[in-house]
C-alpha cells in the first residue's frame, strides 16, 4: 500500500461553486517533494490540513476532521473506464491519491501511518456537491457518484508531519466495529434506516455525518424511518 501523489488546489475563480466568492480550490494538482500534514482549526473554520491547499468553502470543507481527503487509484481507473476519458491523480480533489488501498472500506476511526511520521484518521467520506460535479463536468454526477457509493475517506491528522510521492501507507489500528465509510456514506445519503447502526462509530465521526445520525436517531429511534 503507498501514496501515489499528494495533490493540492489553488483558489481560482469558477462558474459552477456556490460559494460567496465564486472560487474554489477543486482543481487539484500532484506536488513534487514532500508536503506538509497538520491539523487545522475546527470545522467552519480551519481550512485544509495540507500545505498550500485552498480550502474556500469552510461550510463543507476543511477543519480538524476533514483534513484531508484520499481517494483510491483504482476507483479512479473505475471511473475512467466508465466515463471514457483519462483521469490524472487529483481529478476527483483528493489531497492523497493511492495504491492498494481499500479507502471506503477503510473503518471509521481507522488509522493510518503514511511515510515514518504522519498518522491519519479516517472519519467519513465525501459527500459529492455543484461544484465537484461541475469539475468533473459529467450531467448527473452527482447522483452517479453517489449510487457508486465509493466515496473516499475524509481524515484528521493525528501526528503532522511530512509525505511525499511513494511512501508507504500502513493501516496502524482498526476500531472494534463495523462501520466502514462506504456503510456511513450510504447511511447519510441513500440508505438513512442505517443511521442509527452508525452511532457506535460517534468518536470518530466527522461532524456533519455524526449531526445526521444523531438527529435521524432521535426522530425515529433505532427502527425504521423514511
Known amino acids: 500500500m503507498k501514496l501515489l501523489t499528494v495533490n493540492v488546489g489553488r483558489a481560482t475563480a469558477v462558474e459552477y461553486t456556490d ?18 500534514l497538520f491539523s ?60 492498494g488501498v481499500d479507502v471506503s472500506g477503510a473503518l471509521i476511526g481507522e488509522r493510518w501511518r503514511v511515510g515514518s511520521d504522519v498518522v491519519l484518521e479516517v472519519t467519513g467520506g465525501r459527500i459529492p456537491c455543484r461544484t465537484f460535479q461541475g469539475h468533473v463536468g459529467e450531467k448527473a454526477w452527482v447522483k452517479r457518484f453517489t449510487q457508486a457509493g465509493a466515496p473516499g ?47 457506535v462509530a460517534a468518536e470518530w465521526m466527522e461532524s456533519g455525518f455524526l449531526e445526521t445520525a444523531r438527529e435521524y436517531t432521535a426522530k425515529y429511534g433505532s427502527g425504521q424511518g423514511s
Open 19 to 36: 460559494h460567496q466568492d465564486g472560487k474554489s480550490g477543486v482543481d487539484k494538482r500532484p506536488m513534487e517533494g514532500p508536503v506538509r
Open 153 to 199: 475517506a475524509l481524515l484528521r491528522v493525528i501526528e503532522p508531519g511530512e509525505v511525499r510521492a511513494g511512501d508507504a501507507i500502513e493501516v496502524v489500528r482498526r476500531p472494534d466495529h463495523d462501520i466502514t465509510v462506504e456503510l456511513l456514506f450510504r447511511a447519510a445519503t441513500v440508505e438513512r434506516s442505517l443511521l442509527p447502526r452508525t452511532l
Open 40 to 99: 487545522p482549526g475546527p470545522t467552519g473554520v480551519g481550512a485544509s490540513g495540507v500545505e498550500g491547499d485552498d480550502v474556500c468553502d469552510l461550510r463543507f470543507h476543511g477543519g480538524e476532521a476533514r483534513a484531508a481527503y484520499a481517494f483510491a487509484r483504482e476507483d479512479l481507473d473505475g471511473w475512467e473506464r466508465e466515463l471514457g476519458r483519462a483521469l490524472p491523480n487529483g481529478s476527483f480533489a483528493e489531497n492523497l491519491t493511492t495504491a
